[in-house]
């Protein structure tokens, strides 16, 4: 048989199995109907005996090369990966986070170590000398210091606008200072370590000022419920921010490309971790932390997000590993 009557006979065959790969590739081969479905396996098998009758005549190879192409389309769309939904995005967060979070145990206790070195070393600094309060803090938060002092706070439900556009400005910082923390790591950490540092002195200068006015109770209280969420996400991206730091200082045997490549993979699920506990923050401190609710509401809300983020990351263990499923229906 010439090449061009043996095209010409099984030129229908093809045309139809490229119509009916399109439609599954659009579609999925859900909306296939049982007799469509064994068409298509009918199809796939005849188009690869058809491959196979010119390669070895020595038909055109440009025909050649059109089959191939087509059995390597039918078997992109036939046996690719299954798609995933959003259920399965959730749960491989909810079940990765923790492990993640227990492997590197080590860095997120360095993180912690550092924000409260610089928070005890600035509070004692403070309270000795009050003028280390004015170098300690910047300027732009002195005014919150001096409201805080006062120990006024907003009318609960007063405002709703207002607050909602804190809690948009509480995101925006501290995520702007969470990716800082993060993503300064690439250069050694050393900048890392100093934000974690300055945030703690904050905290500490704050304290001690606190302290002074007779309201230290008032002000722990109050910055609780969103600062456990909050304090977490940079605890957890300063702890990203130093397996990069480290990856790159201290690669071993591996190359720094190669060192980065196996250690930022846990870094980036530490800052996707702290993706979520910033938008929670951001929402509880801009509509409750502020608000005049009882000190023993705020006090069970703050313990009740510490009580679910350590019992998340904690207790939550992995499911057993299972093999994927072959994705659509068997032909």
């Given at each position: 048989m010439n090449e061009r009557a043996f095209a010409e006979r099984?030129?229908?065959?093809?045309?139809?199995?490229?119509?009916?790969?399109?439609?599954?590739?659009?579609?999925?081969?859900?909306?296939?109907?049982?007799?469509?479905?064994?068409?298509?396996?009918?199809?796939?098998?005849?188009?690869?005996?058809?491959?196979?009758?010119?390669?070895?005549?020595?038909?055109?190879?440009?025909?050649?090369?059109?089959?191939?192409?087509?059995?390597?389309?039918?078997?992109?769309?036939?046996?690719?990966?299954?798609?995933?939904?959003?259920?399965?995005?959730?749960?491989?967060?909810?079940?990765?986070?923790?492990?993640?979070?227990?492997?590197?145990?080590?860095?997120?206790?360095?993180?912690?170590?550092?924000?409260?070195?610089?928070?005890?070393?600035?509070?004692?600094?403070?309270?000795?000398?009050?003028?280390?309060?004015?170098?300690?803090?910047?300027?732009?938060?002195?005014?919150?210091?001096?409201a805080w002092k006062t120990g006024q706070q907003r009318e609960a439900g007063s405002d709703p606008n207002a607050a909602s556009q804190m809690s948009s400005f509480y995101f925006m910082n501290n995520t702007r200072v969470s990716m800082l923390v993060f993503g300064l790591g690439f250069f050694w950490a050393i900048p890392t370590v100093w934000l974690l540092l300055t945030n703690g002195m904050m905290l500490g200068a704050f304290s001690a000022e606190m302290l002074r006015a007779g309201k230290l109770g008032f002000f722990y209280v109050s910055i609780f419920p969103h600062g456990v969420p909050e304090l977490s996400a940079v605890f957890l991206c300063g702890a990203g921010g130093l397996i990069i730091g480290r990856a790159l200082l201290a690669p071993g045997d591996r190359t720094r490309i190669e060192s980065l490549r196996e250690e930022g993979r846990d870094a980036i699920w530490l800052l996707g971790a702290s993706i979520p506990l910033l938008i929670l923050a951001a929402f509880i401190e801009a509509f409750f932390s502020f608000y005049n609710f009882p000190n023993s509401a705020k006090l069970i809300m703050g313990f009740v997000g510490l009580t679910i983020l350590l019992s998340h990351w904690l207790l939550v263990r992995p499911k057993r590993a299972q093999a994927d499923p072959i994705v659509g229906k068997t032909l």
């Open positions: 099984r030129k229908p065959t093809w045309e139809r199995f490229e119509q009916m790969i399109k439609s599954v590739r659009w579609a999925g081969a859900r909306h296939l109907s049982k007799e469509e479905l064994n068409e298509l396996g009918r199809l796939y098998r005849q188009i690869s005996s058809d491959l196979a009758y010119v390669r070895t005549h020595g038909i055109s190879p440009a025909l050649g090369d059109y089959l191939n192409a087509l059995l390597s389309q039918a078997h992109g769309v036939l046996y690719r990966a299954p798609r995933r939904g959003f259920r399965h995005a959730l749960s491989v967060y909810f079940y990765t986070v923790p492990e993640v979070i227990r492997r590197r145990w080590k860095y997120i206790f360095t993180s912690i170590a550092i924000t409260l070195g610089g928070a005890l070393f600035a509070g004692v600094l403070s309270w000795s000398d009050p003028t280390w309060t004015a170098r300690l803090v910047p300027e732009g938060f002195r005014d919150s210091l001096e």
